[in-house]
């Protein structure tokens, strides 16, 4: 089985850091899951953010340097401070929450999180990024980072996934296989490949 971060270097703990594409999942989570049961171990709310439990307890095996979530939210700035407190409740170090307009996303998401991507790689402060996002405006960021020596792991849904984006990652985890299940036997199998 495909494993959520696939790499151990003995005697060297990996940097890791996390960016969440929270706006890009939430509409495609709420897409895919349709009428079917919220799941126990899932947050969601539709159209803003998604997130796991089983994903924290993923993350816990590895040094995270931080964890930042980039999603939009329609009110005025105090309704957009309980969304960053509640992700910070999901242990995201650095919630970003935009001010987005009926109908149509915030492009200060996007922007923001290619943003801080790319400066924490040139300034050398992870070794392996997470982009969880489908998004193929992210590919020529991803290159970038590439280019500069650093891992980049893509956790994303299949629905609406860039094929693109997912050639140009270093590994990629289909996260419906968490966020769309309740079956806590499997979870554990999806933390790691199974040692060589």
Do not use: C
Not at 3 to 12: D, E, I, Q, S, Y
Not at 86 to 95: E, G, I, Q
Not at 136 to 145: I, R, S, Y
């Amino acid at each position: 089985m495909t494993a959520l971060l696939p790499w151990r270097v003995r005697g060297k703990p990996l940097r890791v850091m996390l960016f969440v594409d929270g706006e890009n999942l939430a509409i495609r989570y709420g897409n895919m899951l349709g009428d079917k049961k919220l799941p126990d171990h899932v947050h969601f709310k539709k159209d803003e953010y998604v997130w796991s439990d089983v994903l924290n307890a993923a993350l816990e095996l590895y040094e995270m340097s931080r964890s930042h979530y980039y999603t939009s939210a329609i009110g005025a700035d105090d309704v957009r401070a309980v969304s960053e407190d509640t992700l910070r409740s999901f242990r995201m170090d650095a919630p970003r929450v935009f001010q987005r307009f009926k109908g149509r996303g915030s492009k200060r998401v996007d922007i923001s999180l290619t943003t801080e991507f790319l400066l924490h790689a040139f300034r050398d402060n992870y070794d392996i990024a997470i982009l969880v996002s489908g998004d193929e405006d992210f590919v020529p960021a991803v290159e970038a980072v590439a280019d500069h020596g650093k891992m980049v792991v893509l956790w994303a849904l299949p629905d609406g996934l860039s094929p693109a984006l997912r050639r140009t990652v270093h590994h990629y985890f289909d996260l419906s296989k968490v966020l769309l299940t309740d079956k806590p036997a499997a979870w554990a199998s999806v933390f790691h490949d199974k040692p060589s």
